[in-house]
């Protein structure tokens, strides 16, 4: 009982944190393109889209950074038999994401967020690329980590634990780097539709803005065209990986044959049930159907973009606004078959999840379970709500970058006796 | 390198007390030392650009300790499951409170979030109070719930949330322009003798309770920490902030390293293999300069004192 409540308390932190990592992921990109041909060209309209899609950012890394501090500590809290098992090869590529990937990005995002005017603006440029390197430094070492589970390769067996031998085998993992370009991929398409779904609103509700919403919607097409394109081509190699390392998986969402793949494994494994739970076919089906809509009809949007037509024809504008969530669900649905197809394993072929758990009391986990999804899922709710209203205010709206003097103007009689310069 | 990387655990969980500290200090002294409005947004301005880089410190520690002494991570975090909780939902709470408190423009809207601030903080004061408090007693051996709320563990909590009140109230002196910060410096010199009085308490249970493998170590380093408070009052006195700051700020680190020092034979009895240990040496540990000198560029960069043209979007 303790067991599946830890692991519905995980699925739950990470399937939310991942959510919205999707989009900090796919924005940042386009920001950076942005604020880098503001750098460049000085032009207003490119300082106005970065503040713009910035805040946007900003506000949506609020959720991805308070629900990403617990899944570090959920492996401590949760599954100390994971890291007693095999914290000496996991534990170095976690170390390594909180090092040199979230520790870089959380200070340049504070750099970035209050040293507008405080430096030139190439510098603040550069500050960015930093934060988005940092981003997907993180994506790299988390998915050495989660490639070692599915994978664990690099390591030996020694008494009750894994020692590591070869560090470089942990980093070319098969199961790391596919899983890295396909959600390279996913984001970029996630960025892409989000900017061209939230510009099509603007264009839809004729709210001014032009020249901006239709810089931002051509940006965000060519990334969804780009991403689209690269989705379905890393998507393929990945069933030839899962076939690879993770057969009763294999077998359960590729139209296999499920038993004579649960029978070898208990030839290989000793006696026991090896199939993941059934309904990661659903799961698998909702990621492929999607994937084969952009497989086929990822070049359509740029076809949108001939003489502007998303400025006038409303049934494109319609279009792009209800494909923003679709690469969410994807994603979603895409980490549910991995994580599950795993199952019954944690460390596959090494260690059952059954045996990872901490020897915590059931009630524990669920009071804990209760505290962090009620906690987060109201935070979400108004996270969400939050970007919305943003994203429909427009550019107008946006105070990321102004000054104190700006956002709290002279009238209210504290403000008045604030001085203006020490 | 086990000594090593002792050393860079209690470096980046000192950091985290010393640095996120003031974070802490500021949510919790908020209301009673910034009016509404204007001022209090103030406030958050003057610490918005440190909150990202301060609680990163923490995530940071869990990181090291995962790598570095695995079973002694997974021993402390399940061993006081509830207090990590507690900590983790306060941690998000606060976080929550200053993004959400300016995106929305109503009264309500505003206090809703103040108060998630002073409430996450509390929370986050008092949970990290009752870590090192449980700590002092001995690397926890994994079962939960043994002596969580012993006394020594509730005295040390009260101490920690009024150290870093202290130093938070400190900072706001500092940071705030100087009217502003009037009040903050009042109640910080209000707090330092109750602080201090509190340290001296938790030393001194510490004694019969505590189970520290090398108790007497700790315990002089715990002395200083408290010269480090008086020290704070007297620099209060002569109205030389920048000196308090300095001393909060070091009473924060002697804490952590006083822990550290008691701790370290039961520490490095869990350290990792040394293999590991050495791979993750020669990965990391040329990073680590580079990180201190980012933080140092973000705090020239906001040395000053706030005032109308800094960056307001907390």
Known sequence: MALDLARLQFAVTTSLHFLFVVLTLGLGPIIAVTETRFAITGKPVFERMTRFWGQIYVINYALGIVVGLVLEFQFGLNWSGLTHFAGDVFGPSLAMETLVAFFVESTFLGIWIFGWGRMPRWLHALVFWVVLAGGYASVFWVLVANGFLNHPVGSVRRGDHLALTDFGALLSNISTTHAIEHIVSVVLLAGGLFVSGVSAWHFRKGTGDTELFRRSMRIGIVFAFLGGFLVAQTGYPQLDMVKETKPVEYAAIWRGDVNAAQAQAVAQFGPGDYRPPGWIDASFQTMSIIGEIFEYFFWVPLVFLIRNWFERRRFIQWTLMILIPVPFVAAIAGWLTREVGRQPWIVYGQLKTADAASPVSAGTVLTSLILFTAVFLALAVVDYALIARTARRGPDGVVLGAAFGAVEPPGSPSADELPLRL | MDVLWLLVVGLLFGGWLALDGFNIGVG??????????????????????????????????????????????????????PVVAVLLVSWAVRDAGFWFRSRGVSDTWRRTWEGAITAGSLGLAVTSGLVIGNLVGGVPDGRPGIGILDPLALVCAVAVTGLLALHGAVFLGLRLPVANGAAASALARRLVLPVAGLGLLTVLLALPLGGLARPWPALAIGIVALAAVAGTGRALAAGRTGVAFTFTTLAGLLTVLALGVGLAPGMLDQAAAHDSLRTFGKMALPVLPVLLLMQAWLWWIFRRRVDRDSVAFF
């Open chain 2, 28 to 81: 919790l002294t908020l209301p009673w030392v910034t009016r509404p409005g204007a001022e209090r947004r103030l406030a958050l301005t003057a610490v918005g650009p440190f909150l990202l880089a301060n609680e990163v410190w923490l995530v940071a520690t869990a990181g090291v300790l995962s790598a570095g002494f695995p079973e002694a991570e997974g021993r402390v975090l399940s061993g006081l499951y």
